[in-house]
């Protein structure tokens, strides 16, 4: 009787144990299920082209979303919102980890979503996600142009002030730079671009030097502006006629050599 009672007490104990170990693995599992990953709608980091497909009936656009290790995108949708007033309105989005820098999408990826229209684009403007506007005017199909600074219906080259300004924002160089023209007519336009470069330090001074970079650029004029091709910095029509054997003689004969200071 005596040994029963302790089989009983030594039977209970152990049944103790198991129940504790059991419920621990159901709070173990509680608490991964609280931990997954949550996915959210998201809009692509940016935009890189969209272009017509399938006869104008379609857009193919491109955006940069995240990358990583695991799954850091899915369901990547293109949707036709609304068109008025002569532009298309289209959204781009897909779900994406929160907290995706945390989930190891650190890089980026680039993907394309299409988006049926169900009639040719035509002459439209296309508004992707309320921020980049592109248009058919002054692209080379089926790529469609991305409308910058100077809008979606740029100045036509002209020589004038307005439109060497807009030749200037096109041009890959730094912001504020200053010009001087050398030469323009109906097709080519010549500028002597300078930027200010050195500190940061207010008035120039001895204690604050700055130095000017300058670079000579050659533009041809296309319907939907001055368009940059060539930059020499020679004196006359040597230099740039190895580049640009096309560029008429007077536009060149009395350049002098750019200096950089």
Known sequence: MWQRGIRTVVLGAVLVILAGCGSKTVGTAAETTATEQVWTLSAPIRIDGVRTADGGRSLVVAAEVPDGAHECIRGLRGALDTVEQGTVYVSVTYESPSLDREAGCTGTQRVEATVKLGEPLGSRRVLVNSRD???????????????????????????????????????????????????????????????????????????????????????RAESAGWRPVATNGDAGCVGIHKVLPELPVRLCASLPRLDRD
């Open 133 to 219: 506007v592109y248009t058919p005017a002054g692209a080379s199909p089926p790529a469609l142009r991305k409308c910058g600074e100077n809008g979606c219906d740029p100045t036509p080259p002209r020589c004038t002030s307005s439109s060497y300004r807009q030749a200037v924002n096109d041009t890959d160089i730094p912001q504020h730079t200053s010009w001087d023209e050398r030469g323009c007519d109906d097709t080519w336009l010549v500028l002597d671009l300078s930027t200010r470069m050195g500190p940061a330090c207010g008035a120039v001074s001895e204690s604050c030097p700055s130095s000017q970079v300058s670079q000579r650029w050659f533009y």
